[in-house]
């Protein structure tokens, strides 16, 4: 049934600066949008700009405070962070790493204090934006996921490389004073992440001879252990919002679930070019004529034949065109209810692949026209919107699939589509533009095709 889709309607063309996107608010209220050097604020419900902030430079990017009332603009080139305030417009900050440039920025959890990393990771500051006062953690390790907050927002950990061997030191987010430092037994550490449900480390070694996930209690116990007995290293962790699962993904393309409790593999899965299985919906996209005064969209016609090949990069020719094609695992993603896992695989890179957690069997593959691009679940529904810059923004749930054009002929192709926190709404980020689309009151069961 289709009727509600009839009612979903698109914002006018927002413009933004080309290499920047727009975000929600983390309330759901706001979508902040960089225009040279306008830092612009729009009211989600009145789809109209309430507050400007003009920045010393063009912005290169914008981050929200986790209570929306605060957000930075960082100029790369200028190695400078303006932070601003929703509730008091006059009041104003500014942060300067010269001489180093900015390699990453990082809110804590309570929105008052800004964790900036230097050029070469050589110190990350933490700046208070209430007494202007700073912290200094010295040579945090060079890597994308050095640090961690825990979900209670007391703790924060963060991954040190000292004579050749890895640390992580524990600090508390009252005071930035450090409570523990301790050595753990990894070669070349990739990656830390804080349980959602305790005080738990995965501390993950990504890329040696014998990739392995190794779990620490805040006081350097270890709790348990998960070893690949393969020459193929680990590309994604994730811990599900329960903390009782854990899905690691592979340069292979194997994924594998973890018991959050114990640690011991529950089940993997790898996929290979051909389906043979009929216990799973195999969904590929097809035209379909929009009907008068709704938007086009693209029905997923379920295939029935077996065995079906996937499109994927195995030809060397298609390989030789793609230089600095990733392979392997590249996203996992939980769905809000923990029911379901999207993962993407560069082996595939136009298709999605939907694994149920309940069974612990993959549920769905959707087959799409071109690359999927990136995946986004819906913070209250398991419905999942995924981008793959072309015009449409594409809905997975787990009874049907569909594609839903915009009106921007050729003028918008869909790049990153994020969810609301607080409305049935996407935000649509494009190369140069953003559009906000509204869907109200829509549930996985309006995509059931009757």
Known sequence: MFQDIQSVNF??????????????????????????????????????????????????????????????CCMMKHNLLQVWNLTNPVWKCKISENPLAIADVHWAPDSRH???ISEFYLKMTVWSLVSSTIAVIENPKPIKKCLSFSHCERYLAV??????????????????????????????????YFSPSDLVLGILEAFTEEPKVIFYSIDGRILGKYVKLAMFGFTFFSWNTHGNLIALGDYFGEVTVLDGFNYRKMTSYQELENIESQNLVIYKVKQHT??????????????????????????QSERSKTKHAKYGIQTLQYSSCNQYLALLNGLFPKVLFVLDLRTLRLSSIVVHQHKIKEISWHPQKPILAFSSGSENVDLWTPSSCISIKSP???????????????????????????????????????????
């Open 290 to 315: 929009s009907r008068n005064g709704s938007p086009n969209w693209e029905l997923c016609e379920v295939v029935k034949h077996r065995p079906f090949a996937l499109p994927s990069l195995a030809s």
């Open 11 to 72: 914002s006018e063309l927002i413009e933004q600066n080309v290499d920047t996107m727009s975000f929600f608010s983390p309330n759901g209220l706001y979508i902040a949008c960089a225009l040279q050097h306008q830092l612009l604020i729009l009211d989600v419900d009145a789809k109209q700009v309430t507050q400007k902030f003009l920045s010393d430079h063009p912005i290169d990017y914008v981050g929200w405070s986790p209570d929306s009332e605060l957000i930075y």
């Open 408 to 450: 921007f002929k050729g003028e918008f192709p869909v790049i990153n589509a994020k969810w609301c926190s607080k409305d049935d709404c996407l935000l649509l980020n494009g190369k140069g533009y953003s559009s906000v689309l509204y869907l109200p009151n829509f549930s996985s069961k309006d995509l059931v095709i009757s």
């Open 114 to 116: 800004l964790l900036v």
């Open 159 to 192: 991954a040190e490389r000292r004579k050749c061997e890895d640390y992580i030191s524990i600090y508390t987010c009252d005071t930035w004073e450090i409570l523990k430092f301790f050595s753990v037994e990894t070669k070349d550490l990739s990656g830390i």
